[in-house]
């Protein structure tokens, strides 16, 4: 992607320091931004409310798709005074704590087994999707309350509808708020035809597994009623 977005955040509450604290140490080439700040970034970028509040900063690490290393970011990470979280049972390596503050350090999906890395010993968690939303990334530019503005990569609608879908297919336990960001995701599209051509892999099964439980009824488009056509359309369009 050559297109650098502008966005402007009016809010400096938490975890919006943190962003800008992590953003300025590391490379926007070596890592992604997803979970609840990416769709806090659509959302800004589109002039939309964001209804869902989000606590901590979600990072994809760009070893598959970019000459990121783990391990540097992961000093960096270590350095700013954050320490490893175990992950209880058999999850994957991901969570890093400093305080109040979490940071999720992750990779993508579709990695050499042998090139997955490790924490302490236990695999870092891979992100459904996550090689899909980094082809998919685009430049930011992000100012954030007046502040300096900071330099950061997103998905773009249709990598992080990927990530919502393959999230919502995987993760029960949140189906509901993973459906809730999508339709977001989804009325921010005023161009789906353009999208469409960026379609590959699995993509558009996962974007028809939210446009199939995201029906005119559901109550995830009652916070955008008059951009409910326009984010249907996209399902539809990026589905089909």
């Excluded at 943190?18 to 970028?45: F, K, Q, T």
């Excluded at 490893?84 to 994957?92: A, I, L, Q």
């Excluded at 704590?97 to 999720?104: A, N, V």
Aim: glycine share 8%; charged share 25%.
């Amino acid at each position: 992607m050559s297109d650098t977005w502008n966005i402007d955040v009016p809010d400096a509450d938490r975890p919006w320091p943190l962003l800008a604290e992590l953003s300025r140490e590391l490379d926007p080439a070596d890592w992604m931004l997803v979970g609840g700040l990416m769709v806090h970034l659509h959302a800004a970028r589109a002039g939309i409310a964001v209804p869902r509040p989000t606590s901590d900063v979600d990072v994809v690490v760009a070893i598959g798709t970019g000459g990121a290393s783990f391990n540097a970011v992961r000093d960096r990470i270590e350095s700013l005074g954050f320490a490893f979280e175990p992950p209880v049972g058999d999850g994957g390596a991901h969570k890093f704590l400093r305080g109040t503050d979490r940071i999720d350090l992750m990779v993508a999906d579709r990695i050499d087994g042998r090139r997955v890395p490790r924490v302490q010993g236990r695999l870092v968690f891979q992100v459904p999707a996550g090689t899909s939303a980094l082809n998919k990334a685009v430049d930011c530019r992000v100012q954030i309350a007046g502040q300096e503005p900071i330099a950061l990569r997103v998905p773009n609608a249709l990598g992080a509808l990927a990530l919502k879908g393959a999230a919502y297919r995987g993760d029960s336990r949140e189906s509901e708020r993973h459906l809730e960001d999508a339709a977001l995701i989804a009325c921010t599209i005023d161009d789906p035809r353009t999208l469409a051509a960026q379609l590959a892999g699995s993509d558009r099964a996962r974007v028809r597994s939210l446009r199939d439980a995201l029906d005119e009824r559901h109550p995830a488009w009652r916070p955008y009623s008059e951009l409910r056509e326009r984010g249907l359309r996209a399902l539809h369009l990026l589905s089909g």
